[in-house]
């Protein structure tokens, strides 16, 4: 059973570039939730997909967008990047209905840093 | 979902039993108690996760007490590779679009 990855590992862009992220659920699991952590912080839910709808957002404005592929896959596209953007993004893919517990499964996360 | 505290950072040694207690007074009844450790330049990985009294398994123990006001992640023995962030997360078990609140978790340091 294979986890859930993210590419790239690293990322420097430039203030309004845009950047797109990519995931690959784990093995079983068709929701994806993405989450930035900026140095220091706990994770914040950015927003959620299943079935290649999204369902559930955080506060985050709508320059952060998303995308689910019918394999599960998923993007996180960011345009017009600020220098606050500097961050981990983690992805998490779930099964639905397993909520707060150990069904989700996170990727160790793309570090993008805007310069 | 309710609001957790907890400390911002613990030390410990090798092989001491490590306890992080987390607060969570506004917990409602459908709440579960879940805590995550990360390690730098990873993913939250999934610890435990209680809804009263005491829990256990092979890495942790979780203690509630009756009031669910706050809860204890217990480390036997800690060793250098347990040094990492740990959070405390209050929510239901099927949270409205599944998502995960993390508040600044506790940084633990485990020494030799």
């Known amino acids: 059973e294979t986890g859930v990855t993210q590419s790239p590992t690293h990322l420097i862009k430039t203030r309004g570039q845009q950047v797109t992220l990519r995931c690959s659920s784990q093995s079983g699991h068709n929701t994806v939730s993405w989450y930035q952590q900026a140095l220091g912080q706990g994770p914040q839910f950015i927003f959620q997909y299943y079935r290649e709808e999204e369902n559930g957002r955080g506060n985050f404005p709508p320059r952060f967008s998303g995308l689910q592929f019918p394999n599960y896959s998923s993007e996180l596209n960011v345009n017009a990047l600020e220098l606050d953007d500097s961050a981990l993004y983690l992805c998490?893919?779930?099964?639905?209905?397993?909520?707060?517990?150990?069904?989700?499964?996170f990727g160790s996360g793309t570090r993008l840093t805007v310069v | 979902l309710a609001k957790t505290t907890q400390p911002i950072s613990m030390d410990s040694y090798e092989g001491q039993e490590v306890n992080i207690t987390c607060s969570h007074n506004n917990i409602a009844t459908n709440d579960y108690i879940t805590w995550y450790q990360q390690f730098p330049s990873q993913g939250p990985r999934f610890i435990i996760q209680g809804y009263k009294t005491k829990v256990t398994n092979e890495v942790a123990s979780l203690f509630i007490p009756a009031d669910r006001k706050s809860s204890t992640l217990s480390l036997p023995r800690v060793s250098l590779s347990d040094t990492a962030v740990y959070y405390c997360?209050?929510?239901?078990?099927?949270?409205?679009?599944?998502?995960?609140?993390f508040g600044g978790g506790t940084r633990v340091l485990v020494k030799p």
């Open positions: 998490a893919s779930s099964v639905p209905g397993q909520g707060t517990n150990y069904g989700y499964t």
């Open positions: 997360l209050v929510g239901p078990y099927k949270a409205a679009g599944n998502k995960l609140t």
